[in-house]
Each structure stands twice: as structure tokens, then as C-alpha cells.
């Protein structure tokens, strides 16, 4: 069975229709991506997959006791709210001290246990995150346009790191990005939403369907095939137009 | 020990403002000072709901503020723009209430009480309710403590962990009104945000975990709580205002101690 499994959902607010028809599953250890121009849904759907938001139409079954892993687009800790990164690893659930370094070495940001949270640099600040997930030991890790303000090489090395904790952990991923080129070369399945699901499949099929090429025009396409033949080589000096 | 009024006075103002540091943590990390003042602003009403009706003011209080509270939480959900609803509950529960108050029939009522607290007459049954309350907010803060400050740092993380955080911001809602009821008599109406907000803020600077902000709130509360009755004593003052301006007090020096590194620098 599924971990997660949505089917014909709809959500709109303020009589706006934000999602129409969207049906998606996720099944164990699998690394899907969901891409879309801003404003698409894809925030929303991720809302409504975590259960943060409850579809007007359709359902959304999760499996039962799935643990998930959620890092969010952005997270504001208010400044009167004093917090240091080993606290903030302990919520909501206490872990050992142990399992806290290894979580933030696994991350890579070693030893930030006694940092404020309010002082960590935008790139530290997501790896936290991450390691805050990975403690939940999860079945499933989501990520919401989690590379946001990183440069292209931060948001690549993220990605990577991602990857490696899929193989540590063997949980599925589910992502949500508009980086293009570098987020769909790490994915099995790419799902392609602009209020509905326009193309999915793998990023191969994906970046060759013309709903694709409509939205966001034809230049990512070689971008991809670039990245998955120099798989090796640090990609983030190259500039895709198209895909910002 | 509890004949004298004194003792009484102080054990109901450190009692009232230990609570009030403690909850007033998630007031201030959450920004609702102003949800604060709404539900403060209520008692009135409550006050004079009590004494047309004859029953308890704490009890009359409690349930106005409550009432209050609940109303605006049931608000707040549907994506209106709070701050301005806040404002018309706030000031329309406190002009009804001042007029509702005036319209009790036979004595005339002492407003100021009401206003700025009285603590000075408190009996041993409001000790009873102080120390009551204040025990039950710190046993329901403690038992929920990591789910609310999980959801107070971010609502999508609290589901994603299976939190409900519409539900612990209930919680802090009906605690924040029930401190409203208990403090009424301390500080009064008008002053309750402060003794829930003062001393949280000036924890801030001192603390770098949320438990020892909340530690130092504490403390700092009771500390402002004792300053204030002795400054009153002194002047000859009213007890509630003094308590917070001893709290100010506390606050200024507590930001001139964080900046002070920097003017060194």
C-alpha cells in the first residue's frame, strides 16, 4: 500500500480554485518532485498531504502511524522566542543527546547543538531542519521549496544531502521546488502541477511533454540531460535561464 | 500569618504574577498582547455582569473573558483581519461594561478597583483561587508544554509531528482568560497585558532556551510583584500601577543590559 495516497482532491479559498482534480500517490523509498510555476499549489498540496489543510473535495489517506518528516519553505522563529539547535531537535519529542549529533552530522552541520537558531546562516538553518526530520526517523521526508535562499551551489550540495539521507534512511522524499535542473535529475518520479497535474512520469518524460515545455519553455530540458551525464561534476556555475 | 493583610496582599500579587510571567512567555512569542487586552478589557463587563446577576466577580469574569476569548479564537480562524475585530471587541466589551456598571442599581460602585486592582483587600478565598489558578495554568503549560511550543514555532511543523495547534491555541486562550479572572483583583483591567507581557520581555534578553526565559519571567514577575506593594507602602501609592512600574523598571534595565555590549564594541 501506499504511504500516501490523494485522490481527486480539490481546495480553493476565497473563491479561488488553487487545486483541481489532483490525484498523486507516494510509495516506499521513492523520490518524487513536484514542480510548477508560483502560485501552482504545490505549497497547498503539500499542506493538504501533512494534513495542515483539509481538501473540499476528494480524500487523502495517509498510511496508518506514517512518520513524517516535514521541512518547510520558510520558517520565521519569532525574536522574543530564545531557542538554540539542540533544543529545537528535542520538539516535540525528547531524543538523546547522541542521536541529535549524528542526526546534524548526517545533515552536515556537525556541532551546532549550542547555537542560537536566530543566528544560523540561511544554508545552516535548512540543514537544522532536515536533521529535525531525520530525527523523527520518518517514513517519508517532505520538503517545501526547501533550498529557498540558497545560491545555486548551496541548493545543489542540499539536494545531494538529501539523497544521501534517502539512502541512510531508505524513507521516501517528497519534494516541492522550482529549481528544475537540479531537483528532477535526483527524482525517480517528477509530477508536474499547475493547479492540476499537468505531466508526471520520470524526468525524462516529463522534460520532453509539451505541457511542460509550455510552462516553462524548452531550455531546461538539455539542462537536465547536461546535469545527469556530468553527474559527477560540481554543477552549480551553470546558468539555466529558462528554469529561474 | 494569613490575618495580616499584608502578607495576604503579597502572596496574592507574587501568586497573580508568577502565573502571569509564565503565560505571558507564549503571549509574547506568539503576539498576542493585543488578544491579551481584548480579553482584559472584557472583565469589565464581566465585573458588571456579576453584580447585576449577584454572583462571584471572579466568577462573572472568568466567564466573560472566557466568552470574549473563545469568540475571537472562533474569529481568528477564518481569515479575517483580526487586528481591527480585536479592537472593536476590546473597547465595545469595555464601554459596555463601564456603562453596564454604572447602571447596577443601589451601591455605588468603586470603579477603581476594578480598573487597577485592589490587592490590598484580598481575602483568604481569593489566596484560595490565586494560588489554585495560578497551580492549574502551570500544571496544564507543563503537561502541554512541547506540543505548544512546537506549534508555536511553526503550525505546518506541529501537524506534520500529528499536533493539532488549533488546539493548544485554545489551550493558551482559555488560560489567558483565566489569568484575566485571577489578576483582576491584583492589577486590575487595564494593567493585566502589562503583567503578562513586562516580564516576559524583559526575560528575553537573559535567556538563550525557552524554559529559561520562562524561568526568568517567573522570577522577574514576583520580584516586580514584591518591588511594587513596597514602593506602594512607601508612597502611599496604588498598588497595581506601582507592580508595573516596577516591572518597567526591570524591563529598561534589561535593555540597557543587552545593548550594552554593543556600545562597547
Redo the contacts between chains.
Keep these: 500500500m501506499s504511504l500516501i495516497d490523494a485522490r481527486h482532491i480539490d481546495f480553493g479559498?476565497?473563491g479561488q480554485r488553487v487545486l483541481q482534480n489532483v490525484s498523486m500517490s507516494l510509495d516506499k523509498g521513492e523520490i518524487v518532485t513536484i514542480v510548477g510555476p508560483n502560485g501552482s499549489g504545490k505549497s497547498t498540496l503539500l499542506?493538504l498531504l501533512?494534513?495542515?489543510l483539509k481538501p473540499q473535495k476528494g480524500t487523502v489517506t495517509r498510511a496508518p502511524g506514517l512518520r513524517?518528516?516535514?521541512v518547510?519553505q520558510k520558517?520565521?522563529?519569532?525574536p522574543?522566542?530564545?531557542?538554540?539547535v539542540a533544543?529545537?531537535l528535542n520538539?516535540?519529542?525528547?531524543v538523546p543527546a547522541a542521536a541529535a549529533s549524528e542526526a546534524l552530522r548526517t545533515a552536515g552541520v556537525a556541532g551546532l547543538q549550542r547555537q542560537?537558531m536566530s543566528q544560523l546562516s540561511g544554508g545552516q538553518f535548512q540543514r537544522v531542519l532536515l536533521a529535525r526530520a531525520i530525527l523523527?526517523n520518518p517514513d517519508v521526508l517532505?520538503l517545501d521549496e526547501a533550498t529557498q535562499g540558497l545560491d545555486q551551489p548551496g541548493s545543489a550540495a542540499f539536494y545531494r544531502q538529501i539523497a544521501a539521507v534517502r539512502q541512510d534512511l531508505g524513507c521516501a522524499v517528497l519534494m516541492v521546488s522550482h529549481e528544475l535542473h537540479v531537483v528532477m535529475s535526483a527524482s525517480d518520479r517528477v509530477i508536474c502541477l499547475n493547479g492540476h497535474i499537468c505531466c508526471e512520469g520520470t524526468p525524462e518524460v516529463v522534460s520532453a511533454a509539451p505541457a511542460y515545455r509550455e510552462l516553462f519553455g524548452t531550455g531546461t530540458g538539455g539542462a537536465l540531460a547536461l546535469y545527469r551525464h556530468e553527474h559527477d561534476h560540481d554543477h552549480g556555475h551553470h546558468h539555466h535561464e529558462a528554469a529561474e | 500569618m494569613l490575618d495580616d493583610f499584608l502578607v495576604r496582599a503579597a502572596l496574592a500579587a507574587v501568586g497573580t504574577a508568577v502565573a502571569a510571567g509564565l503565560l505571558g512567555c507564549f503571549v509574547?512569542?506568539?503576539?498576542m498582547a493585543y488578544f491579551g487586552d481584548a480579553t482584559a478589557h472584557a472583565a469589565v463587563l464581566g465585573v458588571a455582569m456579576a453584580l447585576l446577576f449577584g454572583t462571584s466577580i471572579t466568577l462573572g469574569v472568568a466567564v466573560v473573558a472566557l466568552c470574549m476569548a473563545v469568540l475571537i479564537h472562533a474569529l481568528t480562524g477564518q481569515?479575517v483581519a483580526v487586528d481591527t475585530i480585536l479592537g472593536v471587541l476590546a473597547h465595545g466589551a469595555l464601554a459596555l461594561g463601564l456603562v453596564a456598571v454604572t447602571l447596577v442599581p443601589g451601591q455605588r460602585i468603586d470603579l477603581d478597583a476594578y480598573l487597577f486592582g485592589d490587592v490590598l483587600s484580598v481575602t483568604r478565598s481569593d489566596l484560595a483561587v490565586i494560588w489554585g489558578g495560578g497551580a492549574l495554568l502551570m500544571g496544564v503549560l507543563w503537561w502541554h508544554w512541547?506540543?505548544m511550543?512546537?506549534a508555536?514555532?511553526?503550525?505546518?511543523?506541529?501537524?506534520?509531528?500529528g499536533?493539532n495547534p488549533r488546539r493548544q491555541q485554545l489551550i493558551l486562550t482559555v488560560l489567558v482568560a483565566a489569568v484575566v479572572a485571577v489578576a483582576i483583583k491584583v492589577v486590575g483591567a487595564l494593567l493585566i497585558t502589562a503583567l503578562l507581557i513586562i516580564p516576559?520581555?524583559s526575560a528575553?534578553g537573559f535567556?538563550?532556551?525557552?524554559?529559561?526565559?520562562a524561568f526568568f519571567a517567573m522570577a522577574i514577575g514576583a520580584l516586580s510583584a514584591l518591588g511594587g506593594l513596597r514602593l506602594a507602602l512607601h508612597f502611599d501609592t496604588q498598588v497595581g500601577p506601582s507592580i508595573i512600574c516596577v516591572a518597567v523598571f526591570i524591563f529598561a534595565l534589561s535593555m540597557i543590559g543587552r545593548h550594552l555590549p554593543k556600545l562597547q564594541v
Design positions: 479559498h476565497g499542506r501533512i494534513g495542515a513524517i518528516g516535514y518547510p520558517l520565521h522563529i519569532d522574543t522566542l530564545p531557542i538554540t533544543r529545537f520538539l516535540p519529542k525528547p542560537q523523527a517532505m | 509574547v512569542w506568539r503576539r481569515g512541547s506540543a511550543l512546537t508555536t514555532l511553526n503550525p505546518d511543523l506541529a501537524h506534520a509531528a499536533i516576559a520581555a528575553r535567556a538563550s532556551t525557552p524554559e529559561r526565559m
